[in-house]
């Protein structure tokens, strides 16, 4: 199973915001949409990824506030990124690695998504209950063996 498969079913609504806006600006989306991160462009590029755990960090950071922060402020400046084809397997691994919770996939330099954790788990569980359903069925269709000999 490939990165481009979750995308198919998850479909492709992305959320964005820019380094310089306000970084209470970004939690109001991210609350509005019920979202877990944005990823951060400027000028069409990928720049950055904001997600709750660096909006906690800057939090901690500020006492307690966001006060005039912005997105620039918070972001993971480099995060970690896959393509359509990176094998689902792999993402499991970086994304352990790593501690992320989600990952943009890009084609080159563009924008196609982003995976989070739980979508992979999701595609790894459907992945199972349909192994298990034709495994099943397949037992349930065993041929007997011809008696005699």
Known sequence: ????????????????????????????VMSEHDIGSLV?????????????????????????SVGTLNVRSAMDAAP????????????????????????????RRMLMGVISFYDVAKAVVDSQNFENKMLKAYIRDWPEEASGG
């Open 1 to 28: 199973m490939k990165v481009s498969d979750i995308l198919r079913v998850k479909g492709n609504t992305l959320y964005t915001v820019t380094p310089d806006e306000p970084l209470a600006q970004a939690v109001g």
């Open 40 to 64: 951060v462009m400027e000028r069409g590029e990928l720049v950055g990824m904001l997600t709750f755990r660096e909006v906690i960090q800057a939090l901690m950071k500020n006492g307690g």
């Open 80 to 107: 970690l990124t896959c393509t359509l084809e990176t094998d689902m397997d792999e993402v499991r691994r970086m994304m352990l690695d790593r501690h992320a919770r989600y990952m943009p996939v890009m084609d």
